[in-house]
């Protein structure tokens, strides 16, 4: 694995192998020394042009624990803010010898274009590109479901198992939503059935050609449907533009919380052994409700967790092992 860009790039083996690697991380984050040495002397760059607190203290976290040297770079207050682009930027960091950029971008497509310019030498990660893709995100669900709903809930050792068989729901914001893009690739990958539950105006044009199902109505999908999991996504009234409360996707926040939000009425309709997942941070009130969030089936901080484990192994399998001389090919 050179980069890691798209859940798209990843089958069914390369998957599995960063799970695997994940629990094996999380193993050695229950001991008195968390830290590992196998990243000493490697320099990590979270180069956010996009706000997002949570993952990169998730990305900085996974990087230290492995012993690696962190540099965060943050668009705001920087020269990117006085009109310095993507490409003087890149030079900048390749010059500071950065063996991996994990990126952060408003505009989908900026860490392919990052990873295949010649720009830097070192692994590109992908941490969130516009409405496009976030694979560690989708990565550390799948690692979440695998390890509560795969080998008897912990009751054996999930390790190179898949998904297959489980049903996964996702709802709400589709549309302006990378998680539900990732998660859709990467859960149909591991063998899961995935059903998009949100409203009309809120599906992507062309989501039919998408590995999944879609339905625009959720109390049945719960109900018919007996989903493994729920995955509620966060209304991201940001990327709506102006106009109503909604930017005009939906009437009133009222209205979406009758049709499409998780509360203890929509929770009593779930299988036994179900649990309720967000991607964070939760508008509690809109999308769930505090008594889901809250519920003993959600599992949203443990979410949190598991992705520092996720990003050890992503990290891990980028760089460990690897030389200066055979990334670039200069002795």
Known sequence: ?????????????????????????????????????????????????EDSTRTRISFETAAKRLSADVINFSAKG???????????TALTLQAMGADA???????SGAPHVLARSGWVDGAVVNAGDGTHQHPTQALLDAYTIR??????????DPAGRDLDGLHVAIVGDVLHSRVARSNVQLLTTLGARVTLVAPPTLV?????????????????VLADGA?????????????????????????TPLEYTRNYGLDQRRLDLLPDHAVVMHPGPMNRGLEISADAADSPRAVIVEQV????????????????????????GIA
């Open 1 to 49: 694995m050179r980069h890691l860009l798209s859940t798209g790039d990843l089958d069914r083996d390369a998957a599995v192998l960063i799970l695997d690697t994940a629990a094996q991380m999380a193993a050695t984050q229950s001991r008195e020394i968390k830290k590992l040495p196998t990243l000493r002397g490697r320099t990590v760059v979270n180069l956010f042009f």
């Open 78 to 88: 920087s020269s990117v803010s006085k009109g310095e682009s993507l490409k003087d």
């Open 101 to 107: 950029v994990v990126i952060r971008h408003q505009a």
């Open 147 to 156: 390890r509560h709903l795969v080998g008897g809930a912990g009751a054996s």
């Open 204 to 220: 992507p044009v062309g989501v039919q050609q998408w590995p999944c199902d879609v339905s625009y109505h959720l109390d049945p």
């Open 227 to 251: 989903p493994d999991a729920v995955m509620m996504l966060r209304v991201q009234r940001e990327r709506m533009g102006a106009g109503t409360s909604a930017g005009g996707f939906f009437p």
């Open 305 to 328: 967790a598991n992705g520092v484990a996720v990003r050890m192994a992503v990290l891990y399998l980028l760089l460990a092992g690897e030389t200066h001389e055979e990334r670039t």
